[in-house]
């Protein structure tokens, strides 16, 4: 009898340790809403900047897998045409994304250099990060890094709290990436307003 109850119990341990370890898939379905404004502000005019397509510039393990919490592999479908979607739909009070720029108009190249999620002891950390070439229509490069990140309390252990996680840093990214837009576009543009805005 004890012998019985000792295989049950080993049984039982087995399929816990297993649900423990196996990997979380995450479904990703919807990114996280840019907050597109588009409103100009006192009469100003709204510049349309034309986003072109992702580059991934993470490491080659990154792309095989996006994390590992508590000993779990986090998995997931290609973040990239994700992440495309929510920057397509990008905006501020100063301009609007498109899927291409105008001749002479403004263009951005995102990349993305990190996309993972881990853990220390209880807790969960996630990771975003994009950079930006913002090129202005009077030429140059601007270059900058955003970071979005969360770190919280592994109450579950499931794919929907990673999730999760990954849309408050991925709106981190978007609120900071509108804002330093928004700046630009205005410090380019002048009291005048230049000639390479135009109307949205």
């Given at each position: ?33 840019p907050g597109s404004r588009s409103v100009s502000r006192a009469g100003g005019k709204v510049v349309s900047i034309g986003f072109l ?79 930006l070439e913002i090129r202005p229509p009077t030429g140059g490069t601007v270059t900058r890094v955003y970071r979005g990140s969360i ?16 849309h408050e840093a991925f709106s981190g990214c978007l609120r900071q990436m509108a804002a330093d837009l928004d700046l630009l576009v ?15």
């Amino acid at each position: 009898m004890r012998g019985l109850v000792c295989g049950v119990a080993g049984m039982a341990g087995a399929l816990f340790l297993g649900a423990c370890t196996s990997p979380m898939n995450l479904a990703l379905m919807e990114p996280p809403d840019p907050g597109s404004r588009s409103v100009s502000r006192a009469g100003g005019k709204v510049v349309s900047i034309g986003f072109l397509s992702i580059e991934d510039l993470r490491p080659e393990f990154s792309k095989q897998s996006i994390g590992l919490v508590q000993g779990r592999a986090v998995k997931g479908p290609d973040v990239l045409p994700w992440i495309g979607r929510a920057l397509g739909g990008l905006g501020g009070t100063r301009f609007s994304a498109t899927p291409a720029a105008g001749p002479g108009g403004w263009t951005v190249k995102p990349a993305l250099r990190q996309f993972y999620a881990g853990s220390l002891t209880v807790s969960k950390t996630v990771n975003v990060v994009l950079e930006l070439e913002i090129r202005p229509p009077t030429g140059g490069t601007v270059t900058r890094v955003y970071r979005g990140s969360i770190t919280a309390v592994d109450w579950w252990n499931t794919s929907g709290e990673i999730e999760q996680s990954f849309h408050e840093a991925f709106s981190g990214c978007l609120r900071q990436m509108a804002a330093d837009l928004d700046l630009l576009v205005e410090t380019a543009s002048g009291p005048n307003e230049a000639a390479h805005t135009k109307d949205n």
